[in-house]
């Protein structure tokens, strides 16, 4: 638990995420006092998050570990939904919070919760990695709870978004969530599509045991 973004996916993501922000003078000059408001209140967010870290005994710092995020890390969730209620920040703000709150109910393997702040972020994403990488969380979370028709949109909306580092993921994504729905044909298209567009590459093999491991 040495940050919320140490699983290697939510490493991929998180290296991906740029975000960027333009405007005229007069605009840009009250956006940067948003924007530096924003950046003191997730500073405020991340020492609350080390601080609750630091108070977990080494002994329970174990991998794989999860938490009661409510309980574990209260400070830093109250912290989150501050900003977010506030709606005072910018959209990369709003959007940062809701990704950090989102993304550290999914990795203590809360996905309800985790969905219910990842939808949110949705709509305050801005550019193509920000949407891929939020949709992407939120496709995840709900195929935890076997919300498997709305896992698929989320990972058929991220893939639109055509960042290339995130295609192989999407589309395992897409394949999960048609088996969930007892899609086989459809799951079986999308394997094909991974061995002829991504041949060679990881993904190839992960399909093809996705498809073994539903038999």
Do not use: C
Request: hydrophobic share 40%; net charge positive; glycine share 6%.
């Amino acid at each position: 638990m040495e940050n919320w973004f140490d699983r290697k996916r939510l490493s991929v993501i998180f290296a991906l995420l740029v975000l960027t922000g333009v405007g005229t003078y007069f605009y840009q000059s009250v956006s940067e006092k948003k924007e530096q408001e924003g950046k003191t209140a997730l500073y405020k967010v991340q020492k609350a998050f080390e601080e609750e870290i630091k108070a977990i005994p080494e002994s329970e710092r174990t991998p794989g570990a999860s938490f009661d995020v409510d309980s574990r890390f209260s400070k830093t969730v109250a912290e989150l939904n501050g900003i977010l209620k506030s709606r005072s920040a910018s959209d990369r703000v709003l959007f940062e919070a809701a990704f950090r709150l989102g993304s550290l109910y999914l990795e203590n393997r809360q996905p309800d919760k985790a969905a219910t702040h990842l939808k949110e972020g949705v709509v305050f994403s801005k550019t193509g990695i920000q949407r891929a990488s939020i949709q992407f969380l939120l496709g995840s979370a709900l195929e935890q709870i076997n919300q498997a028709k709305e896992a698929l949109g989320a990972f058929q909306d991220g893939l639109s978004q055509n960042v290339g580092a995130m295609k192989g993921d999407f589309l395992l994504g897409m394949m999960r969530a048609h088996l969930q729905r007892k899609e086989i044909e459809q799951a079986k298209k999308i394997s094909d599509q991974i061995s002829k567009e991504l041949s060679g590459s990881k993904f190839v093999e992960a399909a093809s045991q996705i498809l073994k491991d539903t038999k």
